[in-house]
């Protein structure tokens, strides 16, 4: 089955960028029927949708975010990857990556998760 | 944007109880929604969707009702792997989730 799994700095300094990237295996980031998306969640609060990728390279993202994040896809190495610039202390979070159920309306629940990865902000 | 919200935002019950936890979208979304229970230190895990569709894997005692603004996910006869925190996925436009519904043992 489809297994995801985020990697990347665990710490990252303020006004810097974050990267992270999501290795899928079991299953191919090409395969038109699902897209990938990133999904954080700060500890103890709630979660929030950062964007999302389709093979092709169609992205779309949170409003809120959207000035920060740029979403990539690497076929050849089935991977996509997170780039969040000028991150403060709010970035601090656990990410996640995610398959998008729906990759022709590219609007649908999320499955399977990654188990997600603690990125803290602070110099 | 859609708001959501969750109602309550947490709850005590026992093993055996009934459990129902509502999500409201702040305009209608049809069905598009989802719900998902996370355990402490785990990533998400796809309950239900299209509002009422039971995820493959997932027990029968887990349902989700619901269209328009206002959706419900019950729990027809807790069991202690249930003690989790649950949330709502609305798919509507942009993904938003609601703020969670924590269910612990009374």
């Known amino acids: 089955q489809v297994q995801l799994q985020e990697s990347g700095p665990g710490l990252v300094k303020p006004s810097e960028t974050l990267s992270l990237t999501c290795t899928v295996s079991g299953g191919s980031v090409s395969s038109g029927s699902y897209y990938w998306s990133w999904i954080r969640q700060p500890a103890g609060k709630g979660l929030e949708w950062i964007g999302y990728i389709y093979y092709s390279g169609s992205t779309n993202y949170n409003p809120s975010l959207k000035s920060r994040v740029t979403i990539s896809v690497d076929t050849s190495k089935n991977q996509f990857s997170l780039k969040l610039s000028s991150v403060t202390a709010a970035d601090t979070a656990v990410y996640y990556c995610?398959?998008?159920?729906?990759?022709?309306?590219?609007?649908?629940?999320?499955?399977?998760w990654g188990q997600g990865t603690l990125v803290t902000v602070s110099s | 944007a859609i708001r959501i919200t969750q109602s309550p935002s947490s709850l005590s019950a026992s093993t055996g109880d009934r459990v129902t936890i509502t999500c409201r979208a702040s305009?209608?979304?049809?069905?598009?929604l989802a719900w998902y229970q996370q355990k402490p230190g785990k990533a998400p895990k796809l309950l239900i969707y299209?509002?009422?569709t039971l995820q493959s894997g997932v027990p029968s005692r887990f349902s989700g009702s619901g269209s328009g603004t206002d959706f419900t996910l019950t729990i027809s006869c807790l069991q202690s792997e249930d003690f989790a925190t649950y949330y709502c996925q609305q798919y509507y436009s942009y993904p938003v989730f609601g703020p969670g519904t924590k269910v612990d043992i009374k």
């Open positions: 305009q209608g979304i049809s069905s598009y």
């Open positions: 299209a509002a009422s």
């Open positions: 995610a398959r998008g159920a729906d990759g022709y309306v590219r609007k649908s629940w999320f499955d399977p």
